[in-house]
Nanobody, 121 residues
Framework: VQLQASGGGLVQPGGSLRLSCAAS????????MGWYRQAPGNQRELVASIGRTDGTSYGESVKGRFTISRDGPKNTVYLQMNSLQPEDTAVYYC????????????????WGQGTLVTVSS
C-alpha cells in the first residue's frame, strides 16, 4: 500500500492550505487515516485522524482551525488548514491502517513520504 501526499507549500500567517493523501495498492479496506507532523527537533505528533465511520480526533493545538475529511471510494484523506501560524511549520505525514489482499487477509500500516508546510511572512 502506498500513500501519496500533496498540497504543502509556503503560506503567510493567517492563510490556508489543503493537504491531500491518496492511498493505492491492493487495499481491501481502510480503518482509519490521519495526518501527523514533525517539526525540526520535535517528535512526530498527531494532527488529526478520521475513522471508518467518520469519527474524528484532533491534536489540541489545531482544534477549531484544521478539518479532516475523507473520500472513502477514492481512499483519499484531506486536511483543510485555516488560520495557519508559524508554529504549524512542519513536515506533514499521511498515515493509514487497514487490510489488504483480495480477501483482506493482511493488515497494513502505511506512511506517506511527507509534505512540507512552511508558515512565514
Amino acid at each position: 500500500v502506498q500513500l501519496q501526499a500533496s498540497g504543502g507549500g509556503l503560506v503567510q500567517p493567517g492563510g490556508s492550505l489543503r493537504l491531500s493523501c491518496a492511498a493505492s495498492g491492493s487495499i481491501f479496506s481502510i480503518n482509519d487515516m490521519g495526518w501527523y507532523r514533525q517539526a525540526p527537533g520535535n517528535q512526530r505528533e498527531l494532527v488529526a485522524s478520521i475513522g471508518r465511520t467518520d469519527g474524528t480526533s484532533y491534536g489540541e493545538s489545531v482544534k477549531g482551525r484544521f478539518t479532516i475529511s475523507r473520500d472513502g471510494p477514492k481512499n483519499t484523506v484531506y486536511l483543510q488548514m485555516n488560520s495557519l501560524q508559524p508554529e504549524d511549520t512542519a513536515v506533514y505525514y499521511c498515515h493509514a491502517r487497514g487490510r489488504r489482499g483480495v480477501l483482506g487477509q493482511y493488515e497494513f500500516d502505511a506512511w506517506g513520504q511527507g509534505t512540507l508546510v512552511t508558515v512565514s511572512s
